[in-house]
Structure formats: structure tokens, C-alpha cells
């Protein structure tokens, strides 16, 4: 996921704690970025799987993940 920091001065985004930031990669632009090598592909991958099962859960009606399911899907 990218964090689009570019709106605020703030360290974390909303919801997002401390911890949360310190866990991101790259911590620093000249850390891989995009092309991150081997040895930390399976780590960083496996730290967004939660995400990917919440995606697929929602995916027929994004609108379940705030509770408005009701109201946009039918």
C-alpha cells in the first residue's frame, strides 16, 4: 500500500500508528523501493495478507467495509 504523505506534515497517517510507520518499507528512498531485494520480498509480502483477505471479503460490495451494505448493494 502506499501512504500518500504528501498532504500533511504529519509523521503517520490517519489510523496509522508510530509503530505502524516504523514497520513500513523503505524506511528511506534508498532502501529498494519498488524493487526491494530478495531477502525482504517474503517479510513484507506476508505483512499485507490481512489486507488481501479484508479486500476479498469486500470485493462484491466495498461499501460492507463501513458498514453501509444495506444502503449500496443489493
Do not use: H
Request: proline share 5%; with cysteine.
Amino acid at each position: 500500500m502506499l501512504w500518500p504523505y504528501g498532504y500533511t506534515t504529519a509523521d503517520t497517517a490517519t489510523g496509522m500508528t508510530a509503530d505502524d510507520a516504523a514497520e513500513m518499507y523503505p524506511t528511506s528512498s534508498s532502501g529498494g523501493g519498488f524493487y526491494p531485494p530478495d531477502e525482504v520480498i517474503e517479510r513484507e509480502t506476508s505483512r499485507n495478507r490481512d489486507a488481501v483477505f479484508q479486500l476479498l471479503e469486500n470485493a462484491d460490495c466495498v461499501y460492507r467495509a463501513i458498514g453501509k451494505e444495506a444502503q449500496y448493494c443489493s
